[in-house]
């Protein structure tokens, strides 16, 4: 039976709250204020503009570092240092090199991780004060709902079908029952972040894929408290080395915040050879060397997370824009890979995107070529040029670190060119290597429970909630590949990324099957981005269910 929707128009519908959604909705409103102050005609609504945010509220599903660099926001509110949530500025910064045991400090901190002038923060509670800024403009907010599905019209998309609320398990109704609504507007914008699940499909059905696929690494993170004085606040300090191999990028860092907290965490490309690596697993080592031990020790885990990052740059962004629709921040790959930032960037990408909007709504055309001046304005920006100088950085790194420092230190000096320009790169999941034999490991990381801890420890502290009995969200196209090929070819990789113990082979009447924990899923996408087969397909659970990142 066909389901009966509620159908809502909209000038703008933007899907996401993260930074790049909620820059949009605040320049958009104050350009439209602007504009009816100055008797344009026609005159525009801040109330037609409406913003998804999939979160139980703003900042929920927001997990950065983070240092931000705050030239984005700066241009969005000039005096937002009087009232942002500011955690505190950088103070003094220092790279250093890990072996096992020692710590080897870069006399000079490099150049690309120098941050003096910018600030760290948490992008939980920065997203929350954004939210309430745009509330504040009239602009509707609707948090706990998510984009499912995208409408299709013409050449490009005229709104999105938001979740159904209220089915079991098994995809019927409950008493709760209520079917999403049909948002239709002239302009939508996804700013989904890192692997939108609709901009998946924008991108693939009207095939804008940039020069080179977008690649990914994932984020895990734990926020602490610790015993005064074991780390200043405002210091800030990144690693390259152990635990990471030498052949697979990646590194960590340790800020220093107000209150005795820490921020931790460890990056690592998507795109590894070893399908029985554990990125949780490597975090919880990587605590155990002794300069990060030394700053933990005492202390108490208040927080845990995981996402994935866009790392491939200017030649990884698809086309941004569609008849009626635009793409921004992560999701359009605009982040810097090389110095790990992209909240400023992702702001910018939204202004850029309400200035091309105002110029549709008063133009009364949202077609690609009024939307196409999104790309123009990029093209024009200090992104795009920001962008451009790292163009070739992640992929320089594909054969490992040593030739990757290398390719780093040639596009230094050449502007990002680099040695060859533009360096190609495969999807990460193209460089698993086959077992070939070798075992699985018969235990899994454990943890002492003080300083490191297994995954379900860790998801208990990410304060992830769905409700149990609704649709699974991650898609399986083939359950059969499971514990047939992807058993013997690689050992079911999706058992060691996922980094919240969603995936299990399990025994089940004598027979080896999925598991699918996906109570337990914090919103990463890491199993949509590193499933060998790509069989995986991560589809928004009901609105308000995932991680809660409050202070992260
Ligand atoms: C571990 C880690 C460390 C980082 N460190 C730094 C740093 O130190 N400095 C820095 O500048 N940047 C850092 N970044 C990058 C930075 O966090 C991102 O570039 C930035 O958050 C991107 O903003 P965004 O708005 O594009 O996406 P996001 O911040 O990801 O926001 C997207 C929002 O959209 C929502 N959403 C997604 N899909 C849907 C849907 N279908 N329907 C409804 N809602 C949806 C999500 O719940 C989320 O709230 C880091 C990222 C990670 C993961």
Same mark, same amino acid.
């Given at each position: ?20 959604? #909620?820059?949009?909705?605040?320049? #958009?409103?104050?350009? /439209? ?30 997990l ?42 870069f006399?000079?901190t490099?150049? +690309?991780?120098?941050? =003096?002038?910018?600030y ?36 490009g ?13 098994n ?7 209520? +079917? ?7 302009v ?25 696929p977008? $690649? ?12 005064e004085?074991? /780390? ?5 300090a ?15 860092w ?10 931790v965490? #460890?990056? /690592?490309?998507?795109?590894?050879a070893?399908?029985?690596?554990? +990125? =949780?697993?490597?975090f919880?080592?990587?605590?155990t =060397?002794?300069?990060i ?44 890979a ?6 400023h ?24 070529? !009024?939307l ?6 990029v093209n ?17 790194f594909?054969?490992g670190? $040593? ?17 060859v ?44 909630? =769905? ?8 898609l399986?196209?083939d ?30 009447r004598?027979e080896r099957?999925?598991? /699918? ?8 996408? !890491?199993?949509?981005?590193a499933d ?21």
């Amino acid at each position: 039976m066909a389901v009966q929707r509620e159908t809502l128009e909209a000038d703008v519908l933007i899907v996401g709250a993260g930074p790049a959604g #909620l820059a949009c909705a605040l320049h #958009l409103s104050n350009l /439209i204020r602007k504009h009816n102050e100055s008797g344009g005609k026609p005159e525009l609504s801040t109330e037609n503009i409406y913003v998804l945010e999939k979160g139980r509220e703003i900042g929920a599903h927001q997990l950065s570092g983070a240092v931000m660099d705050p030239r984005g926001l700066a241009e969005l509110i000039p005096d937002y240092a009087k009232t942002a949530p500011l955690d505190t500025p950088v103070k003094d910064d220092a790279a250093y090199f890990f072996t096992a045991k020692s710590a080897w400090k870069f006399p000079i901190t490099p150049p +690309p991780l120098r941050n =003096h002038g910018n600030y760290i923060v948490s992008l939980s509670k920065l997203t929350k004060w954004l939210g309430g800024l745009v509330e504040k403009t009239g602009v509707n907010l609707f948090t706990g709902f998510a984009g499912a599905s995208l409408i299709f019209e013409g050449e490009g998309i005229a709104g999105v079908i938001s979740d159904d609320k209220g089915l079991d398990k098994n995809g019927k109704p409950k008493s709760n029952y209520t +079917p999403g609504y049909e948002l239709r507007a002239k302009v939508t914008v996804l700013a989904e972040g890192p692997r939108g699940s609709l901009t998946k499909q924008l991108v693939s059905t009207c095939k804008l894929d940039g020069l080179n696929p977008q $690649v990914y690494s994932i984020g895990v993170k734990e926020l602490w408290e610790v015993p005064e004085e074991q /780390i200043a606040p405002g210091f800030v300090a990144h690693t390259m080395g152990w635990p990471v191999p030498a052949s697979m990028y990646g590194g960590g860092w340790l800020y220093g915040m107000q209150g005795n907290r820490v921020s931790v965490g #460890l990056v /690592i490309g998507l795109e590894y050879a070893d399908p029985l690596f554990d +990125p =949780h697993e490597a975090f919880q080592k990587y605590k155990t =060397h002794p300069f990060i031990r030394r700053v933990l020790e005492g202390g108490k885990l208040l927080r845990y997370g995981a996402k994935t990052i866009p790392a491939g740059g200017w030649y990884s962004m698809p086309r941004p824009y569609v008849s009626g629709g635009l793409i921004i921040g992560d999701s359009a790959s605009f982040l810097d890979a090389q110095k790990l930032k992209g909240i400023h960037m992702a702001i910018k990408s939204g202004m850029m995107a309400a200035e091309t909007i105002l110029e549709a709504l008063v133009k009364g055309d949202a077609s690609a070529k !009024t939307l196409a001046g999104f790309q123009e304005r990029v093209n024009a920006s200090w992104a795009k040029q920001q962008l451009w100088s790292v163009r070739n950085f992640h992929q320089g790194f594909r054969n490992g670190l $040593v030739p990757g420092l290398i390719h780093a230190a040639f596009q230094q000096i050449s502007g990002g060119r680099g040695l060859v320009d533009p360096m190609r790169t495969h999807a990460g999941h193209e460089a698993y290597a086959k077992l070939d034999g070798r075992p699985t490991p018969a235990k899994r990381f454990q943890g002492d429970g003080k300083l490191t801890f297994d995954r379900l420890t860790d998801v208990y502290h990410s304060g992830t909630r =769905h409700d149990d009995d609704e649709p699974c969200h991650l898609l399986v196209a083939d359950t059969s590949i499971c514990a047939g090929r992807c058993a013997e070819e690689y050992g079911n990789p999706c058992q060691y990324f996922c980094p919240a113990a969603v995936y299990e082979m399990a025994e089940e009447r004598g027979e080896r099957k999925l598991k /699918i924990n996906a109570a337990n899923c914090v919103h990463c996408k !890491t199993c949509d981005v590193a499933d060998p087969y790509q069989i995986i397909t991560w589809v928004p659970p009901e609105g308000g269910g995932g991680p809660n990142y409050e202070g992260m």
